[in-house]
T-cell receptor, first 112, second 116 residues
Framework: AQSVTQLGSHVSVSEGALVLLRCNYSSSVPPYLFWYVQYPNQGLQLLLKYTTGATLVKGINGFEAEFKKSETSFHLTKPSAHMSDAAEYFCAVSEGAQKLVFGQGTRLTINP | GAGVSQTPSNKVTEKGKYVELRCDPISGHTALYWYRQSLGQGPEFLIYFQGTGAADDSGLPNDRFFAVRPEGSVSTLKIQRTERGDSAVYLC??????????????FGAGSRLTVL
């Protein structure tokens, strides 16, 4: 079965600093990978996804992620954090094209 | 509708009671998913529908949990004899289809269930 590990349940950065949220996955087949964001009392919103092709994927709100097969990683980055980026972020892998398997989440806090 | 709608948004019940949670997916979306999110955890898969039939119910924790989607649109998650451990946010999501890969799921805001 596929699985996802997010390193760091809580990440804190200063406003304007680089955001790096780590995600590693295990999969026996070429994976489809996703990052979702969850704001308080709201549903999960898709940030970006990797299916095939270019390994650097750009998403909404200035986020991007790079698929590295050799490292089985799909880390999420943003060059300059904004206060509005404070939220919970979930990495997910598509299992059998039928459902998503999520990591445990990383809570991002932005310090002014 | 414009998004995935879930009702109720909050439900408080007593241990042993029966609960129904409703999900109204985006119009035209054939695939519908239920997930459960416990405090501090990522969403865990419960069940997935393609049309009216449950294509995969491997995530349902036990036979107290059941879900239906009789007309291929609205779905109801039913929990019998609720236990305190059932307390969680129940998320519903839908997607246009369930074709190979690239599942873009649109999630509802969730139904928060508290079992006292």
């Amino acid at each position: 079965a596929q699985s996802v590990t997010q390193l760091g349940s809580h990440v804190s950065v200063s406003e304007g600093a680089l955001v790096l949220l780590r995600c590693n996955y295990s999969s026996s087949v070429p994976p489809y990978l996703f990052w979702y964001v969850q704001y308080p009392n709201q549903g999960l919103q898709l940030l970006l996804k990797y299916t095939t092709g270019a390994t650097l994927v750009k998403g909404i709100n200035g986020f991007e992620a790079e698929f590295k097969k050799s490292e089985t990683s799909f880390h999420l980055t943003k060059p300059s954090a904004h206060m509005s980026d404070a939220a919970e972020y979930f990495c997910a892998v598509s299992e059998g094209a039928q459902k998503l398997v999520f990591g445990q989440g990383t809570r991002l806090t932005i310090n002014p | 509708g414009a998004g995935v709608s879930q009702t109720p948004s909050n439900k408080v019940t007593e241990k042993g009671k029966y609960v129904e949670l409703r999900c109204d997916p985006i119009s035209g979306h054939t695939a519908l998913y239920w997930y459960r999110q416990s405090l501090g955890q990522g969403p865990e898969f419960l069940i997935y529908f393609q049309g009216t039939g449950a294509a995969d119910d491997s995530g349902l924790p036990n036979d107290r949990f059941f879900a239906v989607r009789p007309e291929g649109s609205v779905s109801t998650l039913k929990i019998q004899r609720t236990e305190r451990g059932d307390s969680a946010v129940y998320l519903c999501a839908s997607s246009l289809s369930a074709g190979a890969g690239a599942n873009v799921l649109t999630f509802g805001a969730g139904s928060r269930l508290t079992v006292l």
